[in-house]
C-alpha cells in the first residue's frame, strides 16, 4: 500500500520532522494542530494544517475523536502519532483501524499489553529476559513484606504510563506507608490506573535502550544501543549512542535480549527496549519496551545513516522489513541534548514566553531539531522540549567536543533554557570519561547549586 497523505498527530519538533520524512518520500502532510499551534512552524511547512480543537492537551492532542474525524475530513491514509499525547494509546490504533486509516506504529494488541509495566515484564520472563526482582502490590504492608524479601531500598512503580510519574524511592519501613499512599493516588491521577508495584532499587545502574525495527511477522533487527543515563527525576536529558564503555560481549548481549524480546512480540514497527544495567554486579534487567519513536533517535540515526521515520513508513507500506541485520553499519559517536524551557536557577521550573532571539547552531557533524524560530511563543500547556542538538563525530571525544562548541555557539533568549546545564555538563571530568550512571545527574546539579550559592 502506497501512502499518498499522512496525518500527524503531534506537534512541536516532531511533528516538523515527520513532515521532513514525508516531504523526501513524497508524501503529502496534514498537521492537526490546536489552536495554540495553528500559526506554528510545523503548521507552516504542512501541506495542510486542519485544528482539532483548544489548546488544552486533552480536548485536542489526546482526543481520538478528533484525530480521527480530522483524518478523515482531509483524507488521509495514515496517522502517525510521533511520541507523548496519543503515540502509544491502544485506542486510536483500534479507531484507525475501524476508520480504515493506516497506523504508522505498533499493533494495538501491543501498544496495549506494553503500556502496562506487569504485562510487558510477563513477556518479558516469556523471552527469557532478566527482570529486576519485584512483584505487584495493592498496599503498604504487602509492599512491606516484598521488600523484607528483596531488601531496602525498593523503588515502587505506577503499573500504568511512565516519565517518573507514581515512581517513589523508599529507604526503610518508616517511609513505605506514605510513599506508597503517594505512589498510588499519583498513579490514579496521571493514568486513571491505581496500580503499583515494587523492585529492588538499584543504587548504581545505567539506563541503557536497544532501538528495534520489526515487520509485525516475527523479523526483528536491532540499529544499536544509547546511553540514557542523564537523567532528572526519570526525565532524560542528554542521550548518546552507542553507550560508552560496554564490554563486547555484554554489549552483544543486550543486543541478543532485545531482539529476542521483540521477535517473541512479533513486533511491528520502531520500537525501543530498555534495560537497567547494575554496574556492581554487571548484570542487565529488562525495563520496558516504548513502543513508538523516542525524543532520542537522531542519535542513532546520525551513527546508522538510517531515517527511522522513513522506515516506520517503509514497514507500513511494505508490511515487511526492508533491512537485513547485516546491512546495518555503525559509524562513530553521537551526543544528543535536550533543549528545554526551563529555568535550572529555579528548580527548572518551565519557562513559558515569547522567544525573541534563536541563533542555533550549525556545522560539521552538527543537527538540530527544532520547531522554534525568532517571534515564536512557548505555549504554558505542553512539554518544555525546544531543540534536540547532536553532534556527531568519528569517536567519542570529537562528538563531545563538537558538542561543546555547538552549545557556545546557541543562543536563544526571551524564555530561560538548560543550555547552560549542557555546556557545563560537557566539560565535566566524570561526564567526559564516560559509563556515569542515573545518579550522576542529581550529584552533579548538586554541586552546581551548591557552587552558585557559594559565588553568589
Not at 495542510?48 to 483524507?75: D, F, M
Not at 526519570?234 to 549512542?241: D, I, P, R
Amino acid at each position: 500500500m502506497k501512502l499518498r497523505r499522512i496525518l500527524i498527530a503531534n506537534r512541536g519538533e516532531i511533528a516538523l520532522r515527520v513532515v521532513r520524512s514525508c516531504r523526501e518520500l513524497g508524501i503529502e502532510t496534514v498537521l492537526a494542530a490546536s489552536d495554540a499551534d495553528l500559526e506554528s512552524v510545523p503548521a507552516r511547512l504542512a501541506d495542510l494544517t486542519v485544528r482539532i480543537g483548544p489548546a488544552q492537551a486533552a480536548q485536542s492532542y489526546l482526543n481520538v475523536e478528533r484525530v480521527i474525524a480530522a483524518a478523515k475530513a482531509t483524507k488521509a491514509d495514515a496517522i502517525h502519532p510521533g511520541y507523548g499525547f496519543l503515540s502509544e494509546n491502544a485506542m486510536l490504533a483500534k479507531a484507525c483501524k475501524a476508520a480504515g486509516i493506516a497506523f504508522i506504529g505498533p499493533e494495538e494488541t501491543h501498544l496495549a499489553g506494553l503500556g502496562d509495566k506487569l504485562r510487558a515484564r510477563e513477556h518479558a520472563l516469556a523471552a527469557g529476559l532478566p527482570v529486576v526482582p519485584g512483584a505487584p502490590v495493592d498496599n503498604a504492608e504487602a509492599a512491606l513484606a516484598l521488600a523484607g524479601e528483596i531488601g531496602f531500598p525498593v523503588l515502587v512503580k505506577a503499573v500504568g504510563g511512565g516519565g517518573g510519574r507514581g515512581m517513589k524511592r523508599i529507604n526503610g519501613k518508616s517511609e513505605m506507608a506514605e510513599a506508597v499512599a503517594l505512589a498510588i493516588a499519583e498513579a490514579e491521577a496521571a493514568f486513571g490506573d491505581p496500580r503499583i508495584y515494587v523492585e529492588r532499587y538499584v543504587e548504581r545502574g545505567r539506563h541503557i535502550e536497544v532501538q528495534l525495527l520489526g515487520d509485525g511477522c516475527g523479523n526483528v533487527i536491532h540499529l544499536g544501543e544509547r546511553d540514557c543515563s542523564i537523567q532528572r527525576r526519570y526525565q532524560k536529558l542528554v542521550e548518546e549512542a552507542p553507550a560508552p564503555g560496554l564490554d563486547p560481549a555484554f554489549r552483544a548481549a543486550i543486543h541478543d535480549a532485545a531482539v529476542r524480546f521483540g521477535a517473541h512480540l512479533r513486533y511491528k514497527s520502531a520500537g525501543t527496549v530498555e534495560f537497567l544495567v547494575d554496574d556492581d554486579r554487571n548484570e542487565f534487567y529488562f525495563l520496558e519496551m516504548n513502543a513508538r519513536i523516542q525524543v532520542e533517535h537522531p542519535v542513532t540515526e546520525a551513527i546508522t545513516g538510517l531515517d527511522l521515520v522513513a522506515e516506520q513508513i517503509a514497514i507500513e507500506e511494505r508490511g515487511a522489513l526492508a533491512l537485513r541485520q547485516d546491512a546495518v553499519c555503525f559509524s562513530g559517536h553521537a551526543i544528543e541534548c535536550r533543549i528545554n524551557a526551563e529555568d535550572p536557577a529555579d528548580d527548572f521550573r518551565p519557562s513559558p514566553g515569547t522567544i525573541n532571539t534563536a541563533l542555533l547552531p550549525a556545522g560539521t557533524g552538527i543537527r538540530v531539531d527544532t520547531h522554534i524560530e525568532s517571534g515564536v511563543r512557548v505555549p504554558p500547556f505542553y512539554d518544555s522540549l525546544l531543540a534536540k542538538i547532536v553532534a556527531h563525530g568519528t569517536d567519542r571525544k570529537e562528538a563531545l567536543a563538537r558538542m561543546a562548541l555547538a552549545l557556545r555557539n546557541c543562543r536563544i533568549e526571551g524564555v530561560s533554557t538548560s543550555i547552560p546545564v549542557h555546556a557545563e555538563l560537557m566539560q565535566d571530568a566524570a561526564f567526559r570519561a564516560g559509563g556515569v550512571t542515573t545518579g550522576f545527574l542529581p550529584a552533579f546539579l548538586a554541586r552546581r547549586g551548591a557552587l552558585s550559592r557559594k559565588v553568589g
